[in-house]
Nanobody, 119 residues
Framework: VQVVESGGGLVQPGGSLRLSCAAS????????MSWYRQAPGKERELVAG????????NYAHSVKGRFTISRDNAKNTVYLQMNSLKPEDTAVYYC?????????????WGQGTQVTVSS
C-alpha cells in the first residue's frame, strides 16, 4: 500500500497550490479520502474529506470556500485545490485513506507535504 502526497511548497499569501495524493495497493474507489494538516505545536486536524459513496464532501470551517477536495477514481488520486492561502494555512498536509466497518477499520497515511504561506 502506498499513499504519496505531492504539490507542496512556498507560496505568498493570497496565492494558490494544488496538492495531489496518489494511492496504490488497495481499491481506491472503496475508500473515503481526506486531507489533514498539522502545524508546529498543534494537533493534526481534518481539512477536507470526500466520501467513497460520491457526492459528499466536508470541510473545516477555516478553509470552507477557499479549498476544494476532488478525486479521480480512474487515476487513484485525490486532490486539494487551495486558493486564497493565508499564513495560518502553513502546515504539513497529509493524505488519508480510510474504510471502516462495524468491527474493522483500515487507515492509510502518506508521509506528508509541506505547505508554507509567507511573503
Amino acid at each position: 500500500v502506498q499513499v504519496v502526497e505531492s504539490g507542496g511548497g512556498l507560496v505568498q499569501p493570497g496565492g494558490s497550490l494544488r496538492l495531489s495524493c496518489a494511492a496504490s495497493g488497495f481499491t481506491f474507489s472503496n475508500y473515503d479520502m481526506s486531507w489533514y494538516r498539522q502545524a508546529p505545536g498543534k494537533e493534526r486536524e481534518l481539512v477536507a474529506g470526500d466520501s467513497s459513496a460520491g457526492g459528499t464532501t466536508n470541510y473545516a470551517h477555516s478553509v470552507k470556500g477557499r479549498f476544494t477536495i476532488s478525486r479521480d477514481n480512474a487515476k487513484n488520486t485525490v486532490y486539494l485545490q487551495m486558493n486564497s492561502l493565508k499564513p495560518e494555512d502553513t502546515a504539513v498536509y497529509y493524505c488519508n485513506a480510510a474504510r471502516r466497518g462495524s468491527l474493522w477499520q483500515y487507515d492509510y497515511w502518506g508521509q506528508g507535504t509541506q505547505v508554507t504561506v509567507s511573503s
